[in-house]
Every structure is written in C-alpha cells, then in structure tokens.
C-alpha cells in the first residue's frame, strides 16, 4: 500500500511516500481502508519530535510508528476475533494509527459510524478537533444556555468546531479572529466577533463565563482578568517554541495556580474516545455542526498540508483524501 512514512524525527522534508506493506491487525483492532485523513497540530508535532517530553511515548530516537496521521474516515476491511461492534463495510470516523496512508488500524472504542450526512472528506475533519472543542465545553468548561463564552482563535480547527457547539448549548458567543475571518466565524454562528488585529479582548471590560483559548497568546492573568468571579478557563493552545513542554509548561502552571483562584483553570489533554464521538455525529447528523474544510491535498502532497498546518494559519480544517 502507499504510505506516508518517516525513518527520522524532521521537518516536513522527512516524509516520503512509498510503498510498504498493509498493517496487520491485532484481535481488537479493526483495518480500515483510508478514504481520507485529518490533518492536525499533533500530526505536525509527533513529525518534528516534539515536545522532547513525549519521545517516550512517540519514540526516542526516532518515530515508533513511521507512517503518519490519525484522524480518519473509511471503510472497515477486516476486523479482529475480540471485535464485536464493527464489520467489514462499516463507514467509519475516529483515530486510528496511521491515516496519511491507504490502509491504518484502529480499535473500535476509538471509533463510530460516520456521520450520514458528511462526505468521507469531511467526516475526516471532525475528530480530534471537534473532541478537543466537545470536551473543553462540556466536560471542562460546563457550558450551559444563556452564559456569555469566549473562543480565543475561533477560526482554526478547533475553534470552529467549538463556536458552533457552543451555539448549540445556547451560550452567548464571541469569537476572536483576523479581519479575514470575521464574516467566516459569525457565518458559523458567533453573536459576536472581535478582530485580534485591533482589538484585545482582555482589555474590553467585558466578563466572559468561559474562555476557551486555542492560542496562548495572553498570559494566564490577563485571561482570568477576562473572566467572570468564578468563571472558566480552557487553556488549550501553546505553540513549540519550547522544545521540552510545548504547551505543557502553560498547563502546569494552571495546575498549580488553579487551588488558589476563584476562576476555574481546566487544562486538558483529548481523550479519543466512541462515547465523545456519537454525540459529535448527532450534532452533525442535526445540522448544528458542520465542519469548515479549509483546503484538501492528495496523499503524495501529505508534506505541504503538513506543513501548511504548522504554519498555523488555516481557517478550519486541512484534509488528506486518497
Ligand atoms: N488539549 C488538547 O488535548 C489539544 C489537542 C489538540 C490541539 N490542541 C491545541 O489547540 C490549539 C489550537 O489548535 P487548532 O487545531 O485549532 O489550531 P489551528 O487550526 O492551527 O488554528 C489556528 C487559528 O488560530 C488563529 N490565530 C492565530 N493567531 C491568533 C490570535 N492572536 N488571536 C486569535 N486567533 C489567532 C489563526 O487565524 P489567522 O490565520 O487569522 O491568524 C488560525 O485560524 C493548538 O495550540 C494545539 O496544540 C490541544
């Protein structure tokens, strides 16, 4: 099968496309035949080796597994004896290992039918940042109908998702972009948008219940000066100028500070998880979440979406189709 695969940690010039042989599965896992793959910041991430903190996990030297990409859609191919829930012909969405490839594994508690209503192309879009912005809503941010919310970046992959389930949980939402996405995030639902190129949100005098923030450009106290007494702060983005923690420094310290503050501090890692995912396809199934594709690359062009996406400027999603 043709397969994305590095044999070193690198910039996006690592990755190459070659022929390699099909993945076997394991009794719980499933083989799905790629229809198409999402691109994310993590993807990027795991190419470059980092944060230097997680080689043990992705690899030390070099990456464990060298095909890369997760988020997928596809047909299941194969199952394994332990399987019960998925069959072969099932469309699928979820994570999976290795999805910038045409074949990858995944096991089905991380994995759910497609939603009816979306193209594999865009099905591919929806999990891992629309789980980051289902969760930090809901599970972490409690967002309840009438409350006034905050999407700091909430043209990215994930803040587009998390505009429009927070306007399904009937919270009154503003989202912050550039001048060339505001049209783009009040299209998806936002009451109100503030454009970051010149205005500073926390600097407004206006109180949020929660933020969420996919960008890490303000510092914690200038975010919690946003917030209402005892709102909510998601704080999910960080970028890699530290090579060690990456945003896990950013997390720490909301650890550490949140027992000593009236606001709610609620850092996160997503969990990919079926539970998270059916949810997230009834919202779509119900037209209340659609997902923002902004560009589609063939899998012999896996290393320019890559690239393009660590760049850190999409306007939704970036998508691999095979
Ligand atoms: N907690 C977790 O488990 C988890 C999981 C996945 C990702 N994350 C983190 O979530 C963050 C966001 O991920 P993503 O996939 O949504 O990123 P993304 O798709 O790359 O989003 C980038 C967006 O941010 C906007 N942006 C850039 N600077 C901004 C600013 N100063 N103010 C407001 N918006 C700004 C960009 O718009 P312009 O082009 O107009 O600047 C772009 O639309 C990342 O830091 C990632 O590491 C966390």
């Avoid at 022929?19 to 076997?24: A, F, R």
């Avoid at 910038?100 to 979306?118: C, H, Q, R, S």
């Avoid at 949810?279 to 012999?300: H, M």
């Amino acid at each position: 099968m043709k397969a994305i695969v590095q044999d070193e940690y690198g910039s996006a010039d690592a990755l190459d496309l070659r022929d390699i042989e099909k993945p076997e599965i394991d009794d719980d896992e499933v083989l799905i035949r790629v229809h198409a793959a999402g691109v994310n910041i993590a993807d990027w991430a795991i190419m470059n080796g980092l944060p230097y903190v997680a080689r043990p996990v992705y690899g030390l030297r070099k990456p464990k597994n060298p095909v890369r990409g997760s988020d997928v859609s596809g047909t299941v191919e194969a199952v394994g004896a332990g399987v019960t829930r998925l069959h072969p012909g099932d469309e699928v969405f979820g994570e999976s290992v290795g999805s910038f490839a045409e074949y990858a594994t995944g096991t089905e508690g991380k994995l759910a039918p497609k939603p009816a209503n979306l193209t594999f192309e865009q099905a591919a879009a929806v999990p891992m940042a629309g789980l980051v912005a289902l969760q930090a809503l809901s599970d972490h941010g409690d967002v309840r109908a009438g409350q006034k919310i905050l999407i700091n970046g909430a043209s990215g992959g994930i803040g587009t998702f998390a505009v429009q389930i927070a306007k399904s949980l009937g919270a009154e939402v503003t989202g912050v972009c550039s001048t060339r996405n505001m049209d783009m995030v009040r299209s998806l639902g936002a009451d109100h948008v503030i454009d970051y190129s010149h205005e500073n949100f926390t600097q407004m005098n206006q109180r949020y219940d929660f933020i969420l923030d996919n960008v890490a450009n303000h510092s914690m106290s200038e975010l919690r000066g946003a917030l209402t007494p005892e709102g909510t702060l998601v704080p999910n983005g960080g970028g890699f100028d530290n090579h060690w923690f990456a945003s896990g420094g950013r997390m720490i310290n909301a650890y550490a500070l949140k027992r000593f503050v009236s606001h709610k501090l609620r850092p996160f890692l997503v969990s990919s998880k079926f539970e998270d995912l059916v949810p997230l396809k009834e919202l779509i199934e119900a037209g209340k979440v659609v997902p923002v594709i902004d560009r589609t690359y063939p899998l012999s062009e896996a290393s320019q979406a890559i690239r393009y996406v660590g760049e850190g400027h999409t306007r939704g999603k970036v998508v691999i189709t095979l």
